[in-house]
């Protein structure tokens, strides 16, 4: 509890004590006992103002700045007339209550406001600067790019790098949500806002401060409430302009019925008083953003960032979903996962290979060199006259012999006789002097957890996923078989894959919405493009994070399905607040311009009807997704 909170604690306290020592002596005659009528007010003024001054400065000062319609007012004009017909004990009530509702809907808000201020701790305050071999603590706004920077055991990484010295875990649960930790070595990509474990690093910075993974999240963060749902402008826009309705219907309500009717003032100011306690709009519009905030935070927990509430609402009526396949449902990372040898050979050809695409440097060649690698006893063979033929392969000599290593045009292009691959993943062929020893495939790993992270989209409500890929159709086809996938489109270039998004928004359902999920920088266009953009925030360029609507900090697809939960969760709640708040507002509001209601039921119908709905709201963040 904040300090504030706490002020305001102890003025309910005192006051509430006040009020019950009060409402003891009306009912026992002990208030009526007082030497006269002015002296009764004077008592009951006394703990009024101890709870309610704050609420009277504020209607005053906003009516001099042009804001006269708000809930500060109401509740000023309503307390005000409560005194003049004389319910001193109600206006005190009144004023108590309403300050309990202030206090809670305020501790309701931090606390849903937790999880969201948790990042905001991953704010680094220094950076250990490594300066001619000295160490010096400066800010981390202050250290340029390629400067090293040392992390001891227990402090937070101050900016994005790489690890040149030590080993040590890094703790990443406030960026993803995941408590394991992950192990770093030298040459490992690190980013800001993790905590260090026990082990030093030294880190050669790759980003300025206000480039790095930290400094974009905060943004993310304090950017996230601006963007209201059309549920929340509603909600804004109905309680500009119903303020000012209820206020004129009150006093209209105290001067209109008593003129015509020749009935005492007294009995239509006191319903008038009683119709603007119960027309105060608090409910609407503390539990509407508060139902928003609450999911925000409840995603901000298992590590998705929600740029807005707007975007939480768009997932909530998501009927499509869109992939991309390198880098989101599967690894990006190229594996050999399968070594051909052609009957009668008795050759290594993955060796053959290996010591050849050693000379490249293109991925391909990298994981080849690197399943080889991986074997007992591994060796290299001595290869000369090494040749790349651009969009071919290599040619290389081995011990006097001719040595190819490429596609299928390079073995057709030397006449060589071999079967294509018929399969999936990307295939070597591998011939020595124009005689064909076998083929190495190299695929591109589906990520763990991504059939079932499908699955489970399709429980949660999505009912078409789709895959873009700029990948051949083998290829292309059996991620697609695998993972159960509704439709996938391939060999598309990134001009292409805006162009199926928009097919899909154009011929989607009037209410239905289309998500797409990518990690790259050629998946920027097409995550702005898209009613709700998803970025994988890991592995994921700036350009894909900067782009997207909602940022999943640690790649994994399954929360993609939590978070369309905690969408719909959050729409159910803001809708049963707004159809509950309204009903009761609505009967009461009746009840009070007939006479039929108190001022307690007031209490009941502002109060009351505010708390029920935060506590509604706060379900949110409690629910288990």
Request: proline share 2%; hydrophobic share 50%.
């Amino acid at each position: 509890m904040t300090s504030r909170q706490k002020k305001v604690l102890y003025r309910i306290l005192i006051s509430g004590i006040m009020f019950i020592i009060l409402f003891a002596m009306e009912h026992t005659g002990g208030l009526e006992a007082l030497s006269s009528k002015w002296m009764a007010l004077v008592v009951c003024l006394v703990p009024y103002l101890i709870i309610g001054y704050d609420v009277i400065l504020k209607a005053i000062r906003n009516i001099r700045n042009g804001q006269v319609f708000d809930e500060n007012f109401l509740m000023m004009i309503a307390t005000f007339g409560a005194f003049v017909v004389s319910e001193y004990i109600e206006a005190v009530a009144v004023m108590l209550f309403y300050q309990v509702g202030e206090l809670f809907q305020s501790y309701a808000v931090g606390k849903s406001r937790q999880s969201i201020a948790d990042l905001m701790d991953i704010c680094p305050e220094y950076a250990n600067l490594e300066i001619d071999g000295q160490i010096e603590e400066v800010d981390p706004e202050d250290v340029e790019i390629g400067s090293i920077v040392l992390i001891k055991p227990g402090e937070k990484v101050p900016l994005d790098g790489i690890v040149i010295e030590g080993e040590s875990f890094l703790d990443t649960s406030a960026l993803t949500g995941e408590s394991v930790p992950r192990k770093i070595y030298p040459n490992d990509e690190i980013i800001s806002g993790c905590i260090n474990g026990s082990g030093t690093l030294r880190v050669r910075v790759t980003k300025e401060f206000d480039d790095s993974t930290v400094a974009k999240i905060l943004e993310l963060v304090e950017n996230a409430s601006s963007k209201k749902a059309k549920v929340e402008n509603f909600i804004t826009r109905f309680a500009k302009y119903y303020t000012p309705f209820v206020t004129i219907a009150a006093l209209i309500l105290a001067i209109v019925p008593p003129i015509i009717l020749q009935d005492n003032w007294m009995i239509w100011l006191e319903r008038a008083c009683i119709f603007l306690v119960i027309s105060c709009p608090c409910a609407l519009v503390i539990s509407v953003p508060m139902g928003f905030f609450g999911g925000i935070g409840a995603a901000s927990k298992i590590g998705v960032l929600v740029k807005g509430s707007n975007y939480l609402e768009l997932l909530s009526e998501m009927d499509t979903i869109v992939f991309d396949k390198t880098g989101t449902l599967t690894n990006g990372v190229f594996e050999v996962t399968e070594v051909i040898r052609k009957k009668g050979v008795h050759e290594n050809v993955l060796q053959i290979a290996a010591s050849v695409e050693a000379f490249s440097t293109h991925p391909i060649a990298e994981s080849i060199c690197k399943a080889y690698n991986k074997e007992e006893n591994a060796e290299a063979l001595k290869v000369i006259d090494v040749e790349e033929i651009s969009g071919h392969g290599v040619r290389a000599k081995l011990d006097e012999s001719e040595v190819l290593v490429g596609n299928i045009k390079m073995m057709k292009a030397h006449g060589i006789s071999c079967k294509a691959h018929k399969g999936s993943g990307t295939v070597v062929y591998v011939a020595k002097d124009n005689a064909y020893l076998g083929a190495v495939i190299i695929s591109d790993t589906i990520k763990e957890g991504a059939a079932k992270a499908i699955k489970k989209m399709k429980i949660a409500g999505v009912s078409k996923t789709v895959m873009l890929t700029g990948d051949r159709k083998e290829a292309a086809l059996a991620v697609a078989e695998e993972l159960k996938l509704d439709e996938v489109h391939y060999e598309l270039l990134p001009g292409d894959k805006v162009s199926k998004v928009e097919e899909y928004i154009e011929t989607a359902d009037r209410n239905a919405k289309v998500a797409f999920v990518g990690d790259g920088i050629n998946d920027a266009p097409v995550l702005a493009r898209a009613d709700i953009g998803i970025a994988m925030g890991s592995l994921g360029s700036d350009a894909a994070i900067e782009a997207a609507d909602v940022v999943i900090m640690d790649d994994d697809l399954r929360k993609i399905s939590r978070v369309i939960k905690i969408s719909k969760k959050t729409m159910s709640i803001v809708k049963q607040n707004i159809v509950f708040a309204l009903g009761v507002k609505g009967l009461i509001l009746l009840l009070g311009a007939l006479g039929m209601a108190t001022m307690w039921a007031a209490v009941f119908a502002d109060v009351g009807v505010a708390v029920i709905a935060i506590l509604n709201s706060m379900r949110t963040l409690n629910a288990k997704f």
